[in-house]
């Protein structure tokens, strides 16, 4: 049974930045594309980033381009999410996921981590 826990959320000031991690225990993950969604109160789950297995293919919500990178340590079984020149709708709580293709949609990961809550102050 795999398991995935994020950690590096928090509380900054509009034009700061945050460092997310998600590690992987439990199983292997090896061959999986891993991506970062998010969910504001009241709305839907939202695309963020993701990466595949290599790390060779990287894509991002128009929203954060420019601003956040995602990235991954496979010998360390982690994914992380650097964002930088936050903004208050950055605010939400950020999942990391595993599926088996990079361009897979919200529904079709096979794991998902608890969330971590990212919250920016204007």
């Known amino acids: 049974q795999g398991q995935l826990v994020e950690s590096g959320g928090g509380l900054v000031q509009a034009g700061g930045s945050l460092s997310l991690s998600c590690a992987a225990s439990g199983r292997t993950f090896r061959g999986y594309a891993m991506g970062w969604f998010r969910q504001a109160p009241g709305k839907e789950h939202e695309f963020v980033a993701t990466?595949?297995?290599?790390?060779?293919?990287?894509y991002y919500a128009d929203s954060v381009k420019g601003r956040f990178t995602i990235s991954r340590d496979n010998a360390k079984n982690t994914v992380y999410l650097q964002m930088n020149r936050l903004k208050p709708e950055d605010t939400a709580v950020y999942y990391c996921g595993a599926a088996r293709t990079v361009l897979a949609g919200f529904r079709e990961y096979d794991y998902w981590g608890q969330g971590t809550q990212v919250t920016v102050s204007s």
């Open positions: 990466i595949d297995w290599s790390g060779g293919s990287l």
